[in-house]
């Protein structure tokens, strides 16, 4: 199991990619129980991120409408490896992945 903070950054990158997320998929897709997506959410909202929970068959949680990820941090080796595939990916020798760069 990944740890708190992995988990977090997780659930906030599912809860942007799409609209709404019913709780049992959140759960499945993170590989935890559905009692930990509750206490997950419960931390987003601790930290700031407006979570809402719909009830009802159609429910689950959503992001409130212009919520945003935080910005992405890089260690060193980090940045030299994005930087390098990056490159790599501009010159055309990439396999086929400048689109994804």
Avoid: C, H, N
Avoid at 8 to 28: C, F, I, K, N, Y
């Amino acid at each position: 199991m990944p740890t708190t903070s992995a988990r977090l950054l997780a659930l906030l990158s599912l809860l942007q990619s799409r609209r709404d997320w019913p709780g049992g998929v959140l759960a499945e897709r993170l590989g935890i129980s559905l009692r930990t997506v509750r206490r997950d959410v419960d931390r987003l909202r601790d930290l700031g991120y407006p979570v809402a929970a719909v009830k009802g068959p159609d429910g689950g949680y959503r992001l409130a409408a212009g919520t945003v990820l935080p910005p992405l941090l890089f260690d060193d080796d980090q940045a030299v490896a994005l930087t390098v595939a990056l490159q790599v990916a501009a010159t055309g020798a990439d396999g086929g992945l400048a689109d994804d760069a």
